[in-house]
């Protein structure tokens, strides 16, 4: 997620210059035509030009809004996967303790289930996260398998959905807990239902991935930007022509500047499509996981911490 408030020229330029160039070129074309060659019939009526630019405008307007709806849904989506595991931690504290069973484990061995479920938590995120942008195989033994024991480690990694067995692990723990007596029915119900949150944050995150934006109303709001950067020259180029001899040529900049300004709103739309990608527009979801880390180590007791993610050339990963 790109964090500085103004976009630097790098990153502008990276996004339009292709584009600007094309339609810079093209609109010189138009005008050497139009003005030293004599080919005056290539003008056409204003009015239909600024119909149809009106119509790109409305069209890619509703691209670029449905884009940042995806956007703000993953961001959400992951705002709820810190709360659920902060709620998780917390009761892991409150609900798992002695309330009778055959044999009462003593403080160490309570203090061992803590450490186990609040690490497969925090394998879970990052798992999660990995399986998003598919980088499962490259990342694993890093990023995830640190926070499991090895048996368990070899089990998950195998899966084609590594966190929806994580969650299924975690579980069959509860499960265990609750019939040696270590938590009640209801906090049971209640930490079941931490997992079902999990659970449906991860859903709203694959539905998102595995969904890709419209492609008809992606392809085609691409088209129609450049079939409008083709006949505005066309449209300008008289209008200029007529203040006076040497006008003809401000058809150039203030075509190139209009096709620009439409071309970019696509293009914003278009890096938006995709939340979980891993480029300079997604959902910083390094950055989350880390916090998440950070917190449930700290409330385990630990000090030695790894340092929160930092951006780099003003993006957060």
């Known amino acids: 997620m790109y964090v500085r408030n103004n976009l630097r020229l790098s990153v502008i330029r990276r996004l339009t210059w292709q584009g600007l160039i094309i339609v810079v070129f093209y609109d010189i074309f138009i ?4 003005g030293p060659l004599g080919f005056h019939w290539l003008d056409i009526p204003w009015q239909p030009v ?7 405008a409305f069209y890619i307007g ?7 709806d995806r956007f703000t849904e993953g961001r959400q ?21 002695p309330r009778g069973g055959d044999r009462l484990p003593d403080s160490e061995e309570i203090r061992d289930l803590h450490h186990r479920l609040l690490y497969r938590q925090i394998a879970w995120v990052n798992a999660l996260r990995l399986h998003l942008r598919r980088q ?11 926070f499991l024991d090895s048996t368990e480690d070899a089990d998950i990694r195998r899966m084609s959905n590594p966190p929806t ?35 449906n944050a991860q859903g709203g995150c694959e ?11 992606a392809y085609f709001s691409f088209v129609f930007v ?14 200029f022509d007529k203040l006076g001899p040497g006008h003809l040529w401000l058809t150039v900049p203030f075509a190139a500047l209009v096709s620009w300004v439409f071309n970019t709103i696509e293009v914003v739309g278009h890096t938006s499509e995709n939340p979980f990608d891993d480029t300079i527009y997604d959902v910083p979801m390094t950055s989350i996981c880390r916090t998440i880390e950070i917190d449930l180590r700290e409330l385990l007791g630990e000090t030695d911490l790894p340092p929160k993610i930092e951006p780099v050339n003003d993006v957060l990963y």
């Open 31 to 34: 005008c050497v035509l139009y």
């Open 50 to 56: 600024a119909t149809l630019g009106t119509a790109v």
């Open 62 to 68: 509703f691209k670029s809004n449905g884009s940042y």
């Open 77 to 97: 989506l992951w705002g709820t996967i810190v709360n659920v595991s902060r709620i998780w931690a917390t009761r892991v504290f409150h609900f798992v303790e």
């Open 136 to 146: 499962t195989a490259t990342h694993w033994d890093a990023e995830v398998a640190p």
């Open 165 to 199: 067995h994580l969650l299924r692990q975690q579980s069959d723990e509860l499960r265990q807990l609750y019939q040696r007596g270590l938590l009640s029915e209801f906090r049971h119900v209640a930490m079941m239902d931490s997992i079902q949150d999990m659970f």
């Open 207 to 217: 539905r998102i991935k595995n969904t890709p934006f419209p492609r008809q109303f």
């Open 226 to 239: 450049w079939i409008f950067a083709a006949v505005l020259p066309l449209g300008l180029v008289e209008e």
